[in-house]
């Protein structure tokens, strides 16, 4: 089988993952995969956020140890304790989040615990001619003796690229290595990608944008909830059957939507704006309603300025521009406490960073944002605070034994229910969910769906955003399609296709996909 | 009951001791003092350490709240020395209007005064924290320079002596705030326990004390439920410095005279009362009962060991250790209180 890989495709397989599992306190990202890396070649791992990619690389790079499975490296089984023990073997790894010392320079990052030594000290002189020469290669102008910190986002991806690219290693990781960056900037990486290439590396690419996979891509690798469901050669493929396999035939478990008719305006942002530190805008003259009893699903890929709408609607940004009505009303409010007043509600996408208190109780949490309620005079009144506490508990299946328990104690799907009945005491009109499933199981993740769809049946209007296309499309009344900063599409739920929202999700991103999105929205 | 329970059932016996250990604390000292000291337990003894006690009580209160919210205030101290030599100063010299005429007030008008002036500077603090971004280690530290300076300034470093004040100018009866009494117990400890009872429930029943706790616990989540987060911070460093400035009002009335001096290094003394009774440094987390055991606790042993005639080099060598000792039991608890919950979960599952 392997053989005729390997004649097939006329590159050697340099590295080997078999039966390959990894457990997470609970919740299993990747189970049973094969993946093979070829060297001389763009070995594409593509999959919906969540599906098991990262972890899969980060495996191979040693951050992460398989729980089951073994890895081949050349042949012979090999076990990378840490990634300098995978670094010693050869790979190389472009992290998705940066992985780069702000207060120290670019040529001191690139050399970062390898620096080059002369008499005992480090030769910054040579370092920084060495940067010099690599940043070239990269056609960028940045100086090897700037701060990384004082670099726009774009040109500190590139610094990490090339401190990979400097490590000469044979496997190189790159996981969405073009998410900050330009256009030009994108041309100049798969430059130098073709370049590596040549010089034989195996190249292990991870992106969210199909169009770029299938022009630099040699082999193909399509992971679903964990699983392998496709590897194939690239030029044997299309984007079509690259969807097909992401998101497969088999559905999820959604709740059914429900008969209820819709209400009136319940929310109106009226071209909300958001300009960026570095110029142009995060979120672009936006402007969506959303009806009483209904579910708007927002998508976009990461960096589209969804969750910056929905902050800039919550009032978080007090740069932000544009204009909110609830229920009709003008909201001029522009503080938080105004807003949650107002009737509006955030369930924020990192809930351990935004939503929760871990060190306060799980009833504490819950209370926390309605304790005016609550309150006569200056007295928290206990036991109405124990009532809607329990109610709350109740009407969510939160499994809590004790609610004065500290609310870290939980598991994640009950952690978010935690964060939404704090926001549903609030007695909000809207609902506005950013990532509502994100890190929880899949129990949780339905019983979260379930809340949303009985939530709208009691008239709320929602708004959700997700990465997740069978969520957006499941669940959603009417869909959003957000890319660089702007919504790009509005689409009904009967109108609503994979390939109409894959193809509004990368507006603007690139100068030679115009057309083609043009032809698939048509 | 099963074997499987067993490690449970002992763990959670040294968690209770470890939760226990401010009160367990306070017990070894006042019982090793009663036995090596003989007059310990006298009842005048008991009274004059209280009063002691109770001064560091005051600053470890607003200091408590202060932590809970991530922050400290290292200010307390000199604000003591200041609010001392303004209600001195306000006593014998009044304010000067030039042209010859002098402003003078009465003790309760001078005592308010002095409150709003700890107040004030606790605000200032506040705002630098909040409006100007400046990390509340140095604010405070800048106002523990300023506020120690303005004292000296005030009397060029010299004492405000005989508080006693002028019958023509109604200044007279500064000193019930010291050496008044109500039930044979101190004013001083009539106060503290007013304003421990007043701090407690906002800690405990008010949503400004839960938005203290939020504050510390996680700021941004905290932002995010509507809690107006840089209220919450103006409140616990004003708090902080109401604290402060009765410090100030009690130690002038006591000595019936007010040094510029008064007061440095007390906000160690807080900070310590505070850790001993269970305040995380980290914020989130601490309660006023515990922060007054603490102050008992510190507090008896100085006096303890001053009966026992044990050197003052040697008294804070053992303070430093009993400091850390709190500390070191509080991060295993921690630990211990992570393992049995965990073991816990596993049991359920």
């Keep these: 089988m392997t053989e005729l890989h390997v004649s097939v495709a006329g590159q050697p397989v340099v590295l080997r993952l078999e039966g390959v599992s990894k457990v997470y306190s609970g919740t299993v990202a990747v189970k049973h995969a094969d993946f093979e890396v070829r060297s001389g070649a763009v070995n594409v791992l593509v999959g919906e956020n969540g599906a098991g990619k990262s972890t899969l690389v980060k495996m191979i790079a040693g951050v992460e140890q398989p729980t089951l499975g073994r890895i081949l490296l050349d042949g012979d089984p090999v076990?990378?304790?840490?990634?300098?023990?995978?670094?010693?073997?050869?790979?190389?790894?472009?992290?998705?989040?940066?992985?780069?010392?702000?207060?120290?320079?670019?040529?001191?990052?690139?050399?970062?615990?390898?620096?080059?030594?002369?008499?005992?000290?480090?030769?910054?002189?040579?370092?920084?001619r060495q940067a010099g020469t690599l940043l070239d290669r990269l056609q960028t102008a940045v100086d090897p003796r700037a701060k990384v910190e004082d670099l726009m986002i774009g040109q500190q991806q590139l610094v990490e690229i090339a401190k990979a690219v400097a490590r000469d290693a044979r496997i190189l990781i790159m996981d969405e290595p073009t998410s900050a960056l330009s256009a030009p900037e994108v041309e100049v990486l798969f430059r130098v990608i073709a370049d590596l290439k040549a010089k034989g590396v195996a190249i292990v690419y991870i992106s969210h944008r199909l169009e770029e996979l299938v022009r630099i891509g040699d082999h193909i690798t399509v992971l679903r909830d964990g699983r392998v469901t496709g590897n194939q050669q690239m030029k044997d493929v299309d984007v079509h059957w690259i969807v097909h396999q992401m998101i497969g035939s088999d559905a999820k478990d959604f709740a059914t939507p429900g008969d209820h008719g819709f209400g009136g305006e319940a929310l109106r942002a009226d071209d909300i704006c958001l300009p960026r530190i570095t110029g142009g805008y995060a979120v672009d003259h936006v402007s969506l309603t959303v009806r009483a009893g209904e579910i708007v699903g927002v998508y976009g890929?990461?960096?589209?300025?969804?969750?910056?709408?929905?902050?800039?609607?919550?009032?978080?940004?007090?740069?932000?521009?544009?204009?909110?009505?609830?229920?009709?009303?003008?909201?001029r409010e522009r503080d938080i406490g105004g807003r949650i007043a107002r009737g509006l509600a955030l369930i924020p996408e990192d809930r351990q960073r935004d939503g929760l208190v871990p060190i306060l109780s799980v009833a504490e949490n819950l209370t926390m944002a309605s304790l005016r309620k609550l309150t006569r005079g200056f007295h928290i009144q206990a036991r109405a605070e124990a009532d809607e506490v329990r109610r709350e508990i109740k009407e969510l299946s939160i499994k809590v034994t004790n609610p004065r328990l500290p609310v870290s104690s939980l598991s994640g799907g009950n952690q978010q229910k935690v964060v939404i009945g704090k926001a549903l005491l609030t007695s909000p009109k809207v609902l506005l969910m950013d990532e509502p499933s994100r890190g929880i199981d899949i129990g949780a993740k339905a019983d979260v769906f379930r809340i949303m769809r009985g939530l709208a049946a009691q008239g709320l209007g929602i708004v959700f955003v997700t990465s997740d296309l069978d969520e957006v499309l499941a669940l959603s009344d009417r869909i959003a399609v957000m890319s660089n900063g702007r919504l790009t599409a509005l689409l009904d739920r009967a109108d609503a296709t994979e390939a109409k929202i894959v193809a509004a999700s990368s507006i603007g991103h690139g100068p030679n996909r115009t057309s083609e999105q043009r032809k698939v929205l048509q | 009951?099963?074997?499987?329970?067993?490690?449970?059932?002992?763990?959670?016996?040294?968690?209770?001791?470890?939760?226990?250990?401010?009160?367990?604390?306070?017990?070894?000292?006042?019982?090793?003092?009663?036995?090596?000291?003989?007059?310990?337990?006298?009842?005048?003894?008991?009274?004059?350490?209280?009063?002691?006690?109770?001064?560091?009580?005051?600053?470890?209160?607003?200091?408590?709240?202060?932590?809970?919210?991530?922050?400290?205030?290292?200010?307390?101290?000199?604000?003591?020395?200041?609010?001392?030599?303004?209600?001195?100063?306000?006593?014998?010299?009044?304010?000067?209007?030039?042209f010859g005429y002098t402003l003078f007030f009465n003790i309760p008008e001078i005592i308010l005064i002095t409150l709003a002036l700890g107040i004030l500077i606790g605000l200032i603090n506040g705002l630098l924290i909040t409006r100007l971004n400046v990390a509340p280690f140095i604010a405070t530290l800048g106002t523990l320079y300023v506020a120690r300076g303005t004292a000296l300034l005030l009397s060029?470093?010299?004492?405000?002596?005989?508080l006693e004040g002028n019958p023509a100018f109604g200044t007279t009866g500064y000193a019930f705030l010291g050496a008044g009494t109500i039930l044979h117990l101190p004013m001083s400890i009539w106060i503290l326990i007013v304003v421990a009872l007043v701090a407690a429930y906002i800690a405990r029943s008010t949503p400004l004390g839960r938005h203290i706790f939020a504050v510390g616990g996680n700021e941004r989540a905290a932002a995010l439920s509507g809690i107006r987060v840089n209220r919450v911070k103006l409140f616990v460093y004003m708090f902080s410095g109401f604290c402060a400035a009765i410090v100030g009002l009690i130690i002038s009335s006591e000595l019936m005279a007010a040094h510029p001096a008064t007061g440095e290094t007390f906000e160690l003394n807080a900070i310590a009362a505070a850790v001993l009774g269970g305040t995380s440094m980290s914020g989130g987390r601490g309660t006023i009962g515990g922060t007054i055991i603490g102050a008992f606790v510190i507090g008896i042993l100085s006096d303890g060991l001053v009966m026992m005639g044990v050197s003052s080099f040697w008294q804070m060598v053992i303070k430093g250790v009993v400091i850390i000792a709190a500390v070191v039991v509080d991060q295993a608890q921690r630990k211990l209180q992570q393992r049995v919950a965990l073991q816990q979960i596993a049991q359920l599952a």
């Design chain 1, 301 to 331: 890929l990461m960096g589209a300025g969804r969750s910056e709408f929905l902050e800039c609607v919550m009032g978080r940004h007090p740069l932000a521009s544009g204009r909110l009505f609830v229920e009709g009303k003008p909201v």
């Design chain 2, 1 to 98: 009951m099963s074997a499987a329970a067993q490690p449970l059932a002992g763990g959670s016996l040294t968690l209770n001791l470890m939760r226990l250990r401010t009160f367990i604390a306070l017990f070894a000292v006042v019982l090793f003092f009663s036995f090596v000291a003989p007059n310990f337990l006298s009842a005048a003894n008991l009274v004059l350490m209280s009063k002691h006690v109770a001064l560091n009580a005051f600053l470890a209160i607003g200091m408590t709240f202060v932590i809970i919210t991530g922050g400290i205030d290292l200010s307390v101290g000199s604000m003591v020395g200041l609010c001392g030599m303004v209600a001195g100063g306000l006593i014998l010299h009044g304010i000067d209007l030039r």
């Design chain 1, 79 to 128: 076990h990378f304790k840490d990634t300098a023990d995978a670094m010693a073997h050869g790979i190389g790894m472009v992290f998705q989040e940066l992985n780069l010392f702000g207060n120290l320079s670019v040529a001191e990052n690139i050399f970062a615990n390898r620096e080059i030594m002369r008499r005992g000290r480090i030769d910054h002189a040579e370092q920084e």
């Design chain 2, 156 to 162: 060029d470093g010299a004492t405000f002596p005989n």
